[in-house]
């Protein structure tokens, strides 16, 4: 249950995280907070945007769908299912995947580094990693 | 269970608290603006110029407001340029804008040019945004700088500001970008003359020396 909580919170954090950057690049609200002006330099990148749609809309739909099937996950019917937790792990590993490929992205092509990416970058990678740790514990008892 | 739903409120408050800070807490750059448009029409514009258009060379420049280069070579090598080759009617010179991805605010300042240029003041802003260029280090939106420039430059700035806030000129500038990835232009500043990429250095003596060559090629 614990794991649970833990993703839906850091899903929580991550979807604004996500938010932000998305209603940036559809024009709601100024520049990017960043500090060193890398998070522009990311944002105005041939790379923010795959397939038509900015990056950023990907982040705030996978972490919608991890908090989604966390809050289930929590609900007293699926507490003692292994599914919420296979489903997790499956988002959060494509999640690590598309977050290490903009992280390479920044670095190595852009020549740039978006805090607020690699906030979301680290967000992923421990969600990814309390699921890691979910499959090791046991799953919980249900009395009859 | 309880207690956890009660904090992710909390939490999600707070978060909600945050994000409208961040949004609010800066002003905004016009984005229709700074951004490439979705729909890019080919309005027949062809850049600013300078010089007679019967000069026996035309010099193409591929600039980037933001690129520090081109602003070294508009405050350095320019004036020469204008005095020795464009003055005298040996060289018709046109600017075309291409804004690199990698400078934030570089198609929010070619905007600000072609807001002046329907003024009839391009150049007086070409100028004022190269001899500035401190707004280009900072990293932060440079609107109401550009704002500044553009009331030096003498214009109206009541049509200025609805101009910029159109992003009438975006398609524009990105037509002219994608002109200049067609010619191969992969670099700021890029120049060709009369068609062919130059490729010397960027000096007005270089450049002097080119000219006059292409002059006479053109006569024999």
Redesign the interface.
């Known amino acids: 249950m614990r794991t649970r909580q833990a993703i839906a919170a850091l899903a929580l954090v991550g979807f604004f995280v996500a938010l932000y950057l998305w209603l940036h690049q559809i024009g709601v609200g100024g520049e990017l907070k960043c500090g060193t002006g890398g998070c522009e330099t990311v944002q105005a990148s041939r790379w923010s945007q795959q397939l038509g749609i900015p990056v950023a809309f990907y982040g705030v739909v996978g972490y919608a769908a991890i908090l989604a099937v966390a809050l289930v996950g929590l609900q007293p019917a699926w507490l003692a299912r292994r599914g919420p937790i296979l489903l997790l792990a499956a988002l959060a590993t494509g999640g690590v995947l598309f977050s290490a490929w903009l992280t390479y992205l920044e670095l190595f092509v852009i020549h740039a580094i978006c805090r607020w990416c690699v906030t979301s970058a680290l967000i992923m990678t421990a969600i990814w990693l309390v699921c890691l740790a979910a499959f090791r514990t046991p799953a919980p008892r249900t009395d009859p | ?1 309880k207690r ?1 739903y009660v ?2 409120g909390v ?2 408050v707070a ?2 608290a ?2 409208v800070y ?8 016009p ?2 603006a700074n ?1 490439a448009p979705v729909t890019v029409v080919d309005d027949g514009f062809r850049g600013y110029t300078l010089g007679s258009d019967s000069a026996p060379v035309e010099v193409i420049e591929y600039g980037d407001f933001e690129c520090p280069a081109c602003a070294g070579f508009a405050v350095i090598q320019m004036p020469t340029i204008k005095e020795q080759l464009i003055a005298t009617g040996k060289v018709h010179w046109r600017y075309r804008d291409y804004p690199l ?5 570089s198609r929010l300042a070619a905007h600000a040019a072609q807001c002046a240029g329907e003024q009839g003041k391009f150049w007086e802003m070409h100028d004022q945004l190269f001899t500035n260029h401190s707004w280009a280090q ?4 440079p609107t109401g700088l550009f704002t500044g420039f553009a009331r030096a430059t003498g214009v109206d700035l009541a049509r200025y500001d609805a101009c910029m806030e159109s992003g009438r000129y975006a398609a524009r500038i990105e037509f002219s970008r994608q002109e200049g990835e067609q010619r191969q232009v992969n670099g700021t500043p890029t120049f060709y003359i009369n068609g062919k990429m130059y490729m010397g250095r960027n000096n007005s003596d270089a450049f002097k020396a080119a000219i006059d060559s292409a002059a006479a090629a053109r006569r024999r």
């Open positions: 269970m956890f904090m992710l939490l999600t978060l909600v945050m994000l961040l949004l609010k807490s800066n002003p905004s750059a984005r229709a951004q991805p990698m400078h934030p605010f900072t990293g932060k939106n």
